[in-house]
Nanobody, 128 residues
Framework: QVQLVESGGGLVQAGGSLRLSCVAS????????MGWYRQAPGKKRELVAS???????AYGDSMKDRFTISRDNTKNTVFLQMNSLKPEDTAVYYC??????????????????????RGQGTLVTVSS
């Protein structure tokens, strides 16, 4: 059983920054790609970023210029640094993982809501 626990969400003003963390525990050896997606009320799931064990990363549309994903395999943790936040970034951010080693597969699995494991989510609210 694998568990993902997110932290770091909260309320921030537009233009501010937040750093989300996701710690994985349990039988994590099979988890290759970890990442983040978000979902705002009434909107579809949206890929934010993903990263392989080898630090190959991928980002959702318009995310790469403001968000940075990183991973510490020794601590089983993935981070999401979010800068220049905008009100439209307000959403619940979920940490998730797949056994595949492909970030493209992670993207497809987010769209299909078919991830191998996900966390409970952390709320990010950006005020204008």
């Amino acid at each position: 059983q694998v568990q993902l626990v997110e932290s770091g969400g909260g309320l921030v003003q537009a233009g501010g920054s937040l750093r989300l963390s996701c710690v994985a525990s349990g039988n994590i050896a099979s988890l290759n790609v970890m990442g983040w997606y978000r979902q705002a009320p009434g909107k579809k799931r949206e890929l934010v970023a993903s990263i392989t064990r080898g630090d190959n990363s991928a980002y959702g549309d318009s995310m790469k210029d403001r968000f940075t994903i990183s991973r510490d395999n020794t601590k089983n943790t993935v981070f999401l640094q979010m800068n220049s936040l905008k009100p439209e970034d307000t959403a619940v951010y979920y940490c998730a993982a797949v056994r595949s080693d492909s970030t493209s597969i992670f993207r497809l699995r987010v769209k299909a809501d078919n991830l191998d494991v996900r966390g409970q989510g952390t709320l990010v609210t950006v005020s204008s």
